[in-house]
């Protein structure tokens, strides 16, 4: 049986330290960058991107540890809890 995009994804986004485990999805919710409110146009917000977050970062299929275009030099850090 051939691979589900699901368990594809999920293979790609077990982080080394294991502090992030996901069947798809983003760790922004785990980041103490992000905004608690969205846009004007309902998307997620964050200091990186304040007009918003973009697609590949917030589905998950790019994790945000090292710098990318337009990220106002901030990546992700964890939320202190």
């Known amino acids: 049986m051939p691979k589900t995009k699901d368990a594809d994804r999920a293979e ?5 330290d294991l ?3 996901s069947l798809g999805g983003a760790e922004c919710h785990k980041c103490k960058h992000l905004n ?3 846009n004007d146009d ?5 200091k990186a ?8 970062i917030i589905i998950g299929d790019t994790l945000h540890r090292v710098p990318v275009d337009g990220d106002n030099g901030i990546t992700f850090e964890p939320r202190e809890e």
Do not use: A, L
Request: aromatic residues 12%; proline residues 8%; glycine residues 12%.
């Open 12 to 16: 790609r986004f077990v982080d080394t």
């Open 19 to 21: 502090s992030f485990i």
């Open 36 to 38: 608690e409110e969205t």
């Open 42 to 46: 309902g998307e997620e917000t964050c």
């Open 49 to 56: 991107f304040p007009g918003g977050i973009p697609d590949d």
